[in-house]
Nanobody
Framework: QAQLVESGGGLVQAGGSLRLSCASS????????KAWFRQAPGKELEFVAVISWKGRDIYYADSVKGRFTISRDNAKNMMYLQMNSLKPEDTAVYYCAADNIIPDYFDAKQYTHWGQGTQVTVSS
């Protein structure tokens, strides 16, 4: 069964950077749109960024625009989230998600496949 596995989370000081990775087993998700969501303690799942399967269409949440960069390498079955200028409010569990049809990319319900999440903690 195809899986998504996140890695790269950790503890970083405000202003620092982290790079998250999302590995997919096999090539099942190579033609799927992929996204990053995050969930802070006591809060709902929040859209972060999405990238189309060819990488031509990319959208970001306003809260991360200009600081985060989403990318993918279909040959390696990988997706990435480069996070710069991190803020304490970026602290959350970050999840990668994928689906082949995503009418509303910011809606978590549109995604069928999810990873287990990776914790990002930004200290002030």
């Amino acid at each position: 069964q195809a899986q998504l596995v996140e890695s790269g989370g950790g503890l970083v000081q405000a202003g620092g950077s982290l790079r998250l990775s999302c590995a997919s087993s096999g090539s099942t998700f190579s033609t799927y749109g992929k996204a990053w969501f995050r969930q802070a303690p006591g809060k709902e799942l929040e859209f972060v960024a999405v990238i189309s399967w060819k990488g031509r269409d990319i959208y970001y949440a306003d809260s991360v625009k200009g600081r985060f960069t989403i990318s993918r390498d279909n040959a390696k079955n990988m997706m990435y989230l480069q996070m710069n200028s991190l803020k304490p409010e970026d602290t959350a569990v970050y999840y990668c998600a994928a689906d082949n049809i995503i009418p509303d990319y910011f809606d978590a319900k549109q995604y069928t496949h999810w990873g287990q999440g990776t914790q990002v903690t930004v200290s002030s």
